[in-house]
């Protein structure tokens, strides 16, 4: 419990920062919006965008003129971001005891790696939590003006839900990172790419529909908005293969990390 | 029972070396002194039994138990200072105590605050603003504070002024007497025999000597600097002298005996200055182990 509490206070700047900017940039491109907002004009001049543009930028198809279709649009956006925190979170939360040498003294208490572990992981947890409820009261309080609907609301639940699952793959694959790699700057570096390797896959996916089946290598392509919105859920295959990439994480950090030499 | 037992514990980092077949056992209630010079894998063997890193080969155990396996239950009688302490920066010194403290089973506040009074340290300061000293300083309280029945220390007296050295030893016999255990180590031989009973000697990895301090001060070599105007080595040439360099105005030798023999050779002569000094510990292993 000891723990739990003294990493959440460690986090809690980075966590206010992070809060402030999701809130900040949600609040001004929820203000563009009102630009959007039932003006068939702007939709006429999206339509005259060259396509390909259109899809590295994934705002090909919805309809921004509506609340679902703009945030639709901000939905990938959401999920680098938070996944960002997450990813960068999880590999801090373990490799900064070697970063910052405090491993010769936390370390050796009483403890095993397996609580430390623990301990962490239900701080980082709650650190996703608190984030996706920020995001999620940021975009439901600015969106209130423009009358969300009962449909709305259920394709905001549902984006909110699979925002803290993403947030939940790569906070597992960075502890899971920096579990095997010895070296904290690397494991935070190999965390990053690995997430930016998978936001690549995303866009050239989009451009290029040959290449579908690489969508299960990249969760921003789990759980795309125009999907949920279309469908009212979150598509089976997708959360069974979250729930594969989340556990195998977990489970890699507890088994990895408490039988490796630490850094000093 | 053993304090600890060291069972052929090897330990290589890829391809090099740490320790090599460390075999030894340091007894319930000694102070044990492990000295060695920098990089001789000291802190490598330390670092093992206290589950940092884990052996290439062999095991150690701790009051009959496997360092390893029962790591955290054994961990809750050992108390560790490392040879340089860092701490989270932003935390305040009781904070941190307290922290730490709030692991052990046992109510520490009574001994940390004792502690923490002897060495005075201040207690309401950020860790970030204190001094290299003043951190080894919250290192020992935060070390000692559970009364643990094993202490380790890995080069304790680097940064602490000879008042605060003193101190810590001071604080350091009370604890043994208390029954604790000690394992001291360090590169320097004359703390180590100040307050040791017997030592380990580990160089490149592997003990060379495992011997008691009574034997280590029969062999005691002193370095000795002559200086004058006109020195005659061949009075200097008794038995103990070694070594011998220098010339007319400054003779280097090395002294292992009856001080007073030597003593009566230097008055004989007239001389500037004289310069008796403990010799270094690659002195020493240059002398004792060749």
Redesign the interface.
């Given at each position: 419990m000891n723990i739990v509490l003294r990493e959440l206070r460690s986090n809690l700047k980075s966590l206010i920062i992070w809060s402030g900017c999701m809130a900040t940039l949600i609040l001004i491109m929820m203000m563009e919006f009102e630009a959007y907002y039932d003006n068939p004009e702007m939709a006429g001049l999206l339509d005259a965008m060259p396509q390909a543009l259109m899809k590295a930028f994934s705002i090909a198809g919805p309809n921004l003129t509506t609340l679902i279709g703009f945030v639709s649009i901000a939905s990938v956006y959401f999920y680098i971001m938070l996944g960002i925190f997450a990813v960068l979170l999880g590999s801090s939360i373990i490799s900064k005891e070697e970063r910052d040498k405090t491993a010769e003294f936390f370390l050796t208490l009483p403890i095993s790696r397996t609580r430390a572990i623990s301990a962490k992981l239900i701080a980082a947890v709650i650190n996703c939590l608190l984030l996706t409820g920020v995001t999620a009261a940021a975009l439901y309080s600015s969106a209130a003006p423009y009358n969300p609907d009962q449909e709305f609301l259920r394709f905001f639940r549902l984006l909110m839900s699979a925002l803290f699952i993403i947030q939940m793959i790569f906070l597992s694959t960075g502890m899971c990172t920096a579990a095997v790699i010895k070296h904290y700057k690397k494991s935070g570096n190999y965390s990053v790419y690995t997430l930016l390797t998978a936001y690549i896959i995303s866009v050239v996916i989009s451009m290029d529909n040959k290449i579908d089946f690489l969508k299960y290598f990249t969760p921003f392509k789990y759980f795309e908005a125009q999907y949920i919105a279309a469908s009212g859920e979150l598509e089976l295959k997708y959360l069974i293969i979250s729930a594969v990439i989340i556990i195998a994480g977990f489970t890699g950090t507890y088994l990895i990390y408490p039988k490796r030499d630490l850094y000093i | 029972m053993h304090a600890i037992e060291f069972h052929k514990l090897t330990k290589y980092?890829g391809k090099a070396r740490g320790i090599i077949e460390v075999d030894f056992n340091v007894e319930e209630g000694e102070i044990f002194g492990f000295i060695g010079p920098n990089g001789a894998g000291k802190s490598t063997a330390i670092?093992t039994i206290?589950?940092?890193?884990?052996p290439t080969s062999g095991s150690a155990d701790i009051f009959g138990r496997d360092c390893i396996k029962y790591?955290?239950?054994?961990?809750?009688n050992?108390g560790?200072l490392?040879s340089?302490?860092?701490?989270?920066?932003?935390m305040k010194v009781i904070d941190l105590l307290k922290?730490?403290a709030?692991?052990?089973k046992k109510d520490c506040t009574k001994r940390l605050y004792e502690l923490a009074d002897i060495m005075e340290l201040d207690l309401k300061r950020r860790i970030e603003d204190l001094s290299y000293g003043n951190k080894k300083k919250v290192g020992i309280v935060?070390g000692l504070l559970h009364q643990p029945k094993l202490i380790i220390l890995d080069e304790p007296t680097s940064g602490l002024d000879p008042l605060m050295q003193q101190k810590f030893f001071d604080i350091i016999s009370e604890e043994n007497s208390k029954g604790s255990t000690v394992f001291f180590s360090s590169h320097i031989l004359a703390e180590v025999q100040e307050l040791c009973s017997r030592v380990a000697i580990i160089k490149e990895g592997k003990i060379i000597k495992l011997e008691d301090i009574k034997t280590l001060r029969q062999d005691n070599y002193k370095k000795i600097v002559v200086k004058g105007d006109n020195l005659d080595s061949s009075a200097y040439r008794i038995e103990g002298v070694s070594e011998m360099t220098g010339d007319t105005r400054t003779l280097n030798f090395f002294y292992r005996g009856d001080i007073n023999k030597l003593s009566r050779i230097i008055s004989s002569q007239k001389i500037e200055d004289i310069l008796i000094q403990e010799p270094t510990l690659e002195e020493i292993f240059m002398h004792y182990y060749k």
């Open positions: - | 980092y670092r206290l589950g940092l890193i884990f790591g955290p239950e054994i961990r809750e050992i560790y490392p340089e302490v860092f701490y989270y920066e932003k922290y730490s709030g692991f052990y935060q």
